[in-house]
């Protein structure tokens, strides 16, 4: 069994993006890098909003990627940088990555909201529009 990770976040003004997509590159390569990451890719959203979709062999790899490195220090900084976050996990059979639209049905089913400082009403109210599958998304592993 594998575990599929998502998250959505969206960088609530332009002034936190370049700072973010510094950051975003940064995870790319420790992702790519990371022990036991099956497979990964991004999706750059509408409305300053990034996806990310991720299978691991163990909860424990997914852990010790979260903490370490660019990504640990990263998620100190996004409940400034954001106004909407989320995440959700299940386990699967197999590596392969699921659609976009397959990861924000499981989002809506069994995700979470991660705490922001400056929550949106859409954040609130846990809505979360789907991802345009139209826009290109980017293989990291």
């Known amino acids: 069994m594998a575990l599929v990770s ?15 997509i510094v950051s975003a590159m940064r995870i790319g390569k420790q992702t790519a890098q990371a022990e036991g990451c099956l497979a990964a890719k991004v999706l750059r959203d509408r409305r300053n909003a990034f996806w990310t979709l991720t299978c691991w062999e163990s909860e424990a790899a997914m852990k010790a990627f979260m ?9 100190r900084k996004l409940m400034e940088w954001c106004d909407e976050a989320s995440v959700a996990h299940w386990t699967q059979e197999g590596e392969e990555l699921p659609s976009w639209g397959e990861a924000h049905r499981r989002m809506l089913r069994h995700g979470r909201a991660s705490k922001v400082n400056r929550p949106s009403d859409a954040q609130k109210a846990f809505r979360i529009d789907e991802p345009d599958e139209g826009r290109s998304d980017r293989t990291l592993k």
């Open 67 to 75: 903490t370490a490195g660019p990504h640990g220090e990263s998620m």
């Open 6 to 20: 998502v998250t959505r976040l969206r960088v609530r003004s332009w002034r936190f993006m370049p700072a973010f």
